[in-house]
């Protein structure tokens, strides 16, 4: 027969507590998501006037401004390239990541220490951007996707996490395939990364939410809008108010004014959804990934 626990006061008092914070905590995180996605719904006109929160469409639903947004090639042209450069710095950064982990977590490594006070050393202090900007130049990067891809592949943060998580695989099965024969690249791939997906998965994460909400390095080592990622155009709709090549025709003064309010929120959904719809498949592995890469240091 089960025994039934009582709750306290104290414990009931708690409990309510807890629940009103978290309420509270998930709609200040909630808020300024869903007003937004609102504000994308809603009548131009009468976006144009509103001032406060909104928590509904107003006057009547339109997608008139994800029309406009999915008509503008310029979107369409970041859109693309930032998936190109979300996909090959993950990809390329993952990979790098995971080498550099394997090699540090060797114990009979002989250089581990010193490359391990290298790697952290660049945590703390950093070239700085004119030598970095001088650096790309003098590898003819300007105005090269290369530049977007290539310098954040590496990252000391990444590497130390994937080394730790590695040290917390039994040597014994490391042991236990050379026996069989196995080299590094097939304990690697055979063994590490199966057992590690948790962490890698965290990483993925870490590495495509990075580069897709980046517009700094683009900014400054681009200068052809065809390259362009998706975050600049939005930059330049949001903070310099410039939402002019979205619009076309003998009408487009008049319809940028009225439309300029719509356009910025729809962009802003169209900017941050694809991150938004992955994430859940990926959080998961976000709380055990990033568990098992600081436990063990």
Not at 15 to 39: G, K, Q, S
């Amino acid at each position: 027969m089960a025994i039934v626990q009582r709750k306290s006061k104290g414990k009931i008092a708690f409990d309510i507590v807890n629940y009103v914070l978290l309420t509270l905590i998930a709609l200040v995180c909630v808020m300024p998501i869903w007003h937004v996605m609102m504000a994308s719904l809603s009548a131009p006109a009468e976006l144009q006037l509103n001032k406060g929160l909104i928590l509904w469409p107003l006057g009547q639903s339109t997608l008139k401004g994800y029309e406009l947004v999915f008509e503008n090639p310029s979107i369409m042209v970041g859109y693309k390239n930032t998936i190109i450069y979300v996909v090959l710095q993950t990809a390329l950064g993952i990979l790098c990541t995971i080498i550099a982990g394997y090699i540090l977590a060797h114990k009979t490594f002989v250089f581990k220490g010193f490359l391990m006070f290298l790697i952290t050393f660049t945590m703390m202090f950093s070239g700085g951007l004119i030598p970095t900007y001088m650096v790309i130049k003098n590898l003819g990067w300007i105005d090269n996707r290369l530049a977007l891809i290539i310098p954040g592949c590496m990252n000391a943060f990444n590497i130390i996490i994937m080394r730790t998580s590695i040290q917390g695989i039994p040597d014994s099965l490391e042991e236990s395939a050379k026996l069989d024969g196995a080299g590094d690249l097939t304990i690697l791939f055979r063994i590490i990364i199966p057992l590690d997906k948790a962490t890698i998965a965290v990483l993925i994460l870490f590495m495509a939410v990075a580069q897709w909400n980046s517009w700094f390095n683009a900014m400054i080592y681009l200068k052809s809008r065809k390259l362009f990622p998706l975050q600049l155009i939005l930059r330049e709709i949001l903070i310099q108010n410039d939402v002019t090549q979205v619009f076309y025709g003998a009408d487009a003064a008049s319809r940028t004014d009225i439309y300029k309010p719509l356009v910025r929120y729809c962009t802003t959904i169209v900017a941050t959804l694809p991150i938004l719809c992955i994430y859940p498949f990926i959080q998961k592995y976000f709380v055990s990934g990033v568990m098992i890469g600081s436990l063990k240091g």
